[in-house]
């Protein structure tokens, strides 16, 4: 059975190219982990690609991936954005960002057209990514007396988090990276320690 807090998203940066009628439809798919990522790398793209006639994107971002976005960047309504945010779904990804790059080649290609040309860039962009699992949580900011030093790890430890950013004085400080599934157990121990979280 499927873990409650586990999810399917791209490794890293891939590639698809569909050509029809002159018009080249580049697209390129990118992992993300929020909307301002997202518009980071719109802007980006567009620079880079000034030279082309419609950046259309779509994304879809956590565990439910209810954060999602469909734009068609000035093609018909529906024949750009939606086939794209399609081929997300089929493949069954979050945490991601594909943006296709269209140069006009001159012949109009009809909402079908658009739509297979949009659908199919997008299909093999993600079939040339890397899948990756990726697992539902928050960092959390542990501030504690250094004498609870050794509890803390502990339960750190029994939980197996990821942890960063760790600051041990007279008043210590640690990052741990809590799973969505692990946040009841690790809350319940943490409030038994008197450990402030911020």
């Given at each position: 059975m499927a873990s409650i807090d586990t999810y399917k998203?791209?490794?890293g940066l891939s590639e698809g190219l569909f050509k029809d009628n002159g018009s080249r439809f580049i697209a390129k798919a990118f992992p993300v982990e929020s909307e301002a990522e997202v518009k980071e790398i719109v802007a980006a793209i567009k620079k880079e690609y000034h030279d082309a006639r419609h950046h259309c994107y779509a994304?879809?971002?956590g565990l439910d991936g209810s954060t999602w976005r469909?734009?068609?960047?000035g093609e018909p309504s529906g024949s750009a954005g939606r086939p794209i945010?399609?081929?997300i779904d089929s493949a069954g990804l979050s945490d991601i960002l594909v943006v296709v790059i269209r140069y006009f080649g001159g012949i109009k290609l009809g909402i079908p057209g658009l739509i297979r040309a949009y659908k199919t860039s997008t299909s093999d962009a993600l079939a040339q990514a890397q899948v990756t699992e990726k697992v539902a949580?928050?960092?959390v900011t542990l501030r504690f007396p250094y004498d609870s030093l050794p509890a803390v790890m502990k339960a750190v430890k029994d939980l197996g988090l990821p942890q960063r950013g760790q600051a041990f004085q007279e008043t210590c400080s640690?990052?741990?990276?809590?799973?969505r599934s692990l946040e009841q157990d690790f809350l319940e121990r943490i409030e038994k320690l008197?450990?402030?979280i911020g």
């Open positions: 998203s791209i490794a994304y879809r971002i469909a734009n068609d960047d945010l399609g081929q949580g928050r960092w640690l990052e741990v990276r809590v799973r008197n450990i402030f």
